[in-house]
């Protein structure tokens, strides 16, 4: 039985801009000995912030042939419905997500 795994990435507005997709994804695929390499993309922070570069980051890693999904980054320092509703209110109800939960102390 072969191993394959599938390498990632994590992209927020902290990452250098603009990316080159097509060489991030090419080399997520190299990793992975051709795999399918994935990117989750930080739509939101707590209640407040949306990543201005949430669609572009979305579409280029798309395009270039990652599969997608978005993540909230969660302080758990708000009401997580609230946190949760305002991430929905920004990707939509199609896109897979994910909640990186960060404890606020560090």
Same mark, same amino acid.
């Given at each position: 039985?072969?191993?394959?795994?599938?390498?990632?990435?994590?992209?927020?507005?902290?990452?250098?801009?603009?990316?080159?997709?097509? *060489?991030?994804?090419?080399?997520?695929?190299?990793?992975?000995? /051709?795999?399918?390499?994935?990117?989750?993309?930080?739509?939101?922070?707590?209640? /407040? !912030?949306?990543?201005?570069?949430?669609?572009?980051?979305? *579409?280029?890693?798309?395009? *270039? /042939?990652?599969?997608?999904?978005? !993540?909230?980054?969660?302080?758990?320092?708000?009401?997580?419905? *609230?946190?949760?509703?305002?991430?929905?209110?920004?990707?939509?109800?199609?896109?897979?997500?994910?909640?990186?939960?960060?404890?606020?102390? /560090?």
């Amino acid at each position: 039985m072969t191993d394959t795994r599938h390498y990632g990435i994590d992209l927020s507005s902290n990452d250098g801009h603009p990316i080159d997709y097509p *060489a991030m994804v090419a080399a997520l695929r190299a990793l992975g000995g /051709g795999a399918q390499p994935f990117v989750f993309v930080k739509a939101t922070e707590s209640t /407040g !912030y949306t990543n201005p570069y949430y669609q572009t980051d979305m *579409a280029g890693s798309a395009a *270039a /042939g990652s599969a997608t999904a978005a !993540y909230l980054f969660d302080h758990g320092t708000d009401s997580a419905a *609230a946190e949760v509703a305002y991430e929905h209110r920004v990707i939509g109800p199609a896109v897979p997500s994910a909640d990186d939960l960060e404890d606020p102390l /560090g």
